[in-house]
């Protein structure tokens, strides 16, 4: 699995660092969500997925 974050929808709410905290992180240059995991791990697929769903920007962009 591949996890981005499409920085032109994220509008900086955190959800994701919320959701998956050892995948993503605000950003200290600006109010988006970096990704610190790119390619996580099996045992971070549900919280990964979970932070896609809970994104009201649907910013959180997943390949399998």
Known sequence: MRVEVDLT???GYGNCVEAAPEVFQMSDV???ADVIL???GDELAESVHK???VCPADAVVITE
Do not use: N, T
């Open 9 to 11: 929808r994220c509008a």
């Open 30 to 32: 600006a109010d988006v």
């Open 38 to 40: 790119p390619e996580p």
């Open 51 to 53: 932070a896609a769903r």
